[in-house]
């Protein structure tokens, strides 16, 4: 039980944070432009 709520306390708000800035940075066309392979 103990390594069930962990993991979920540890995945939830990664989750969160990665939609965010996956959001963020797909909705900013100049950053995505920039950022390729070789950054």
Avoid: F, H, K, Q
């Avoid at 979920?8 to 989750?15: F, S």
């Amino acid at each position: 039980m103990n390594a069930l709520w962990v993991y979920a306390y540890v995945v939830m708000p990664l989750i969160v944070v990665a939609m965010g800035y996956a959001a963020v940075w797909l909705t900013d066309p100049a950053r995505s432009r920039r950022n390729g392979p070789a950054e």
